[in-house]
T-cell receptor, first 112, second 109 residues
Framework: NAGVTQTPKFRILKIGQSMTLQCTQD?????MYWYRQDPGMGLKLIYY???????DKGEVPNGYNVSRSTTEDFPLRLELAAPSQTSVYFC???????????FGSGTRLTVV | GQNIDQPTEMTATEGAIVQINCTYQ??????LFWYQQHAGEAPTFLSY????GLEEKGRFSSFLSRSKGYSYLLLKELQMKDSASYLC??????????FGGGTRLMVKP
């Protein structure tokens, strides 16, 4: 049982480049989330999804986009990367409030 | 909105007991989570409280007072491997977690 799988683990982007962070879960969870964590800080919600075909903005959505075409996959797209997007990105999934989140191992992104 | 506060850093000695506090202000209450996060790793679930009182799980216990908007995580018999960040988090009605900034715990020999 793989849980939540994120790829890549590390990436360096140049300013203005684009990329997609992949996230897949095999637990049939309806809820999926993208968070970013800056050094020494807590996690901030970027986007979330409550089921296939449904997505919504979180606290810090600017510069990002998501899609949820299947229950399993929730990719995060960065367009026109900026240094302010240097961070660690975590994908998570959940089956409901009482069960908490299962997190992926994270993607460490540096924009130079 | 939701607001969660916890101390930034704490230091404790191996074998001791440490209490990490968390105060929260939420629009509606849907429980309170504690997560552990080792450096460079993802957060992992420690506890979830919805009712007032203390819940014990081995060396870790979590306390909740809904009337005071207050929770704490109690770690007993500290070990070096307990050096990590501890994140307090509250879900809203839509199952979105708002996290505090985390408390970095350093355990010294």
């Amino acid at each position: 049982n793989a849980g939540v799988t994120q790829t890549p683990k590390f990436r360096i982007l140049k300013i203005g480049q684009s990329m997609t962070l992949q996230c897949t879960q095999d637990m049939n969870h309806n809820y999926m989330y993208w968070y970013r964590q800056d050094p020494g800080m807590g996690l901030k919600l970027i986007y979330y999804s409550v089921g296939a075909g449904i997505t919504d903005k979180g606290e810090v959505p600017n510069g990002y986009n998501v899609s949820r075409s299947t229950t399993e996959d929730f990719p995060l797209r960065l367009e026109l990367a900026a240094p302010s997007q240097t961070s660690v990105y975590f994908c998570a999934s959940s089956s409901g409030t009482a069960y908490g989140y299962t997190f992926g191992s994270g993607t460490r992104l540096t924009v130079v | 909105g939701q607001n969660i506060d916890q101390p930034t850093e704490m230091t404790a000695t191996e074998g001791a007991i440490v209490q990490i506090n968390c105060t929260y202000q939420t629009s509606g209450f849907n429980g309170l989570f504690w997560y552990q996060q080792h450096a460079g790793e993802a957060p992992t679930f420690l506890s979830y409280n919805v009712l007032d009182g203390l819940e014990e799980k081995g060396r870790f216990s979590s306390f909740l007072s809904r009337s005071k908007g207050y929770s704490y995580l109690l770690l007993k018999e500290l070990q070096m491997k307990d050096s990590a960040s501890y994140l307090c988090a509250a879900p809203n009605a839509g199952n979105m977690l708002t996290f505090g900034g985390g408390t970095r715990l350093m355990v010294k020999p």
